[in-house]
């Protein structure tokens, strides 16, 4: 049974960081590309930020630079570090895990196991 648990969100406020952190049970991260996304309230789920299973990293336009996306093959947990984030980041953070090859990693259908999401808030 596959289980991706997300933590590490929270209130933070504008300007500040925080780690998300998402273990895997159930699958090897290192066989699967894993994709960040966020949800806010009353919006469709959206795009953050991917790394492959080879390892290259795709950040989405709206966050790039100052979030980035890494994995531990050793812990099976992907990482989303966010720096300088601002209230148009709060959402509900969410990853997901798919083993499809030639995909586009910014659809949310081509993901095969999602987590439960962490709440992250910015206030301003």
Not at 76 to 92: C, E, F, H, K
Request: charged content about 15%.
């Amino acid at each position: 049974q596959v289980q991706l648990v997300e933590s590490g969100g929270g209130l933070v406020q504008a300007g500040g960081s925080l780690r998300l952190s998402c273990v895997a049970s159930g699958l090897r991260i290192h066989s699967y590309s894993m994709g960040w996304f966020r949800q806010a309230p009353g919006k469709e789920r959206e795009y953050v930020a991917s790394i492959t299973w080879t390892g290259t990293t795709y950040p989405a336009e709206s966050v790039k630079g100052r979030f980035a996306v890494s994995r531990d093959n050793d812990k099976n947990t992907v990482y989303l570090q966010m720096d300088r984030l601002n209230p148009d980041d709060t959402a509900v953070y969410y990853c997901g895990a798919t083993d499809l090859r030639g995909i586009s990693l910014g659809s949310v259908s081509n993901y095969q196991y999602w987590g439960q999401g962490t709440q992250v808030t910015v206030s301003s």
